[in-house]
């Protein structure tokens, strides 16, 4: 063969080599091909252990329901019924024991998050009504005017 074609086969075969090589080292022990199946055969095994001591945060909407019946109804009720209560107030997997009131966050970016326009024309996301951050009443804390709990814009 002619050099110029053997030369960067070389580079090509000792690049393949330090790859193989360097995977002997980065790789965990433990990876490795489990169970045998289409999805999710190549994993971590420790990795499961990991993932049943990981400790769930969320409690979801339901669990509020007895002790804050009032927020939960309006919330129901609303367009915002598709929200988590977390979403906005954190995780509460040990409240009321721990934290014994879960954080109240009234800054602008907690709404903008979600309201912000954001005109992508495949997602669901374009679908929430939006508003300009800059120019829909700056300076002013939107649960001002709006109620978390209750957002629908009928009767305005
Ligand atoms: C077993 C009853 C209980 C459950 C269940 C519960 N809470 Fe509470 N929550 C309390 C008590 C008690 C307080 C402290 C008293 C208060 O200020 O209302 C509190 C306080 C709060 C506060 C702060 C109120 C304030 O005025 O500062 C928020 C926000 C809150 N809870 C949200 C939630 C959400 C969201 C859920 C569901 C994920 C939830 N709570 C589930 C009993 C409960
Ligand atoms: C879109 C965000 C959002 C969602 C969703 C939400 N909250 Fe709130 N919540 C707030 C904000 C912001 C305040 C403070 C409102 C204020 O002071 O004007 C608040 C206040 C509260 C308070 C204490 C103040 C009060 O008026 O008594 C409780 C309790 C509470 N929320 C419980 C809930 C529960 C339970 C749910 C679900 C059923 C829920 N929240 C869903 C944003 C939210
Ligand atoms: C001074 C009061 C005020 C404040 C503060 C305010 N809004 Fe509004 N918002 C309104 C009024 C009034 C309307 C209905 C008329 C309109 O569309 O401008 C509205 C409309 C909306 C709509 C519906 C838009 C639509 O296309 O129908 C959304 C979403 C909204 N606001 C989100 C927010 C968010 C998020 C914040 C904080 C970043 C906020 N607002 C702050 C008064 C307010
Ligand atoms: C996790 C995402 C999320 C967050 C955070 C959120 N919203 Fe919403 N909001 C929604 C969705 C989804 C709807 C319903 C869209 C629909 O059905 O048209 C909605 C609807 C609304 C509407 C319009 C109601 C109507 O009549 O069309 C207003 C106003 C609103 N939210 C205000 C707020 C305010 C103020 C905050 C902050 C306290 C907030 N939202 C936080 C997702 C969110």
């Not at 998050?113 to 508003?131: D, M």
Request: positive net charge.
């Amino acid at each position: 063969m002619k050099s110029h074609v053997l030369r960067p086969l070389w580079v090509v075969i000792v690049v393949i080599g330090l790859i193989l090589l360097a995977r002997q080292f980065i790789v965990p022990p433990d990876f490795g091909v489990y169970e045998r199946g289409f999805m999710y055969g190549y994993h971590r095994k420790s990795n499961e252990t990991e993932w049943e001591n990981f400790k769930v945060k969320f409690r979801t909407k339901s669990y509020c329901k007895d002790c804050h019946p009032d927020k939960y109804e309006s919330n129901m009720s609303s367009k915002h019924r598709i929200i988590q209560c977390e979403n906005c107030h954190g995780p509460a997997i040990d409240h009321p024991e721990n934290p014994p009131k879960l954080a109240i966050d009234k800054n602008r970016s907690l709404c903008i998050r979600c309201h912000a326009y954001l005109p992508y024309p495949t997602s669901q996301r374009a679908k929430i009504k939006g508003i300009n951050p800059e120019e829909h009443n700056p300076d002013m804390e939107c649960v001002m005017c709006h109620n978390p709990h209750k957002p629908d814009m009928e009767g305005w």
